[in-house]
């Protein structure tokens, strides 16, 4: 039987591998301080067992997540049927010297080994210190439109 949306298995499905994999950018959902959400697309990294995103010291989403650190992120393909793996966890802020070492890891993947090295030796002279955000999955949903479908369409198709 098939894992249900939530279980932290459905990272292990396919679909859940080919998407953390990708060179598709995550969106990561916070609350702003006035309780209204913000989406924004960041490139992130999957050791195994969390997802790692990097951020300037002042960027905007550090205001607040150490506020509140529950957030969402999504994975999502660009061409039907559409696939999308759907994670929520508590972030954990750390403050690093330098540039994250998973950074390195996300630009080799998104801009290839040669551009991705240029970009974080620029990014290291912009930001003497960044933050590493890892979010350890709590929830997990996949859609593929094709064996998982949003609950809605889920309910129709069954009767």
Known sequence: MPSKQGDLNLLKEPVAQELLKSTNPARLAYIWGDGTPRVIPIW?????????????????????????????????????????????????????????????LMA???????????????????????VRISVRPEWVGILDFEKRFPSAIEAAISG
């Open 44 to 104: 992130f990294h999957w050791n195994g067992k969390e997802v790692v995103v990097g951020s300037p010291l002042k960027a905007p989403k550090m205001q607040v997540l150490s506020q509140n650190p529950k957030v969402a992120l999504t994975i999502d393909s660009n061409t039907w049927p559409y696939k999308v793996l759907m994670i929520r966890g508590t972030a954990q802020v750390e403050t690093m010297d330098g540039v994250l070492p998973e950074y390195t």
């Open 108 to 130: 080799k993947r998104y801009l290839g080994e040669e551009q991705g090295r240029a970009f974080v030796d620029q990014y290291g002279q912009w930001f003497s210190q960044t």
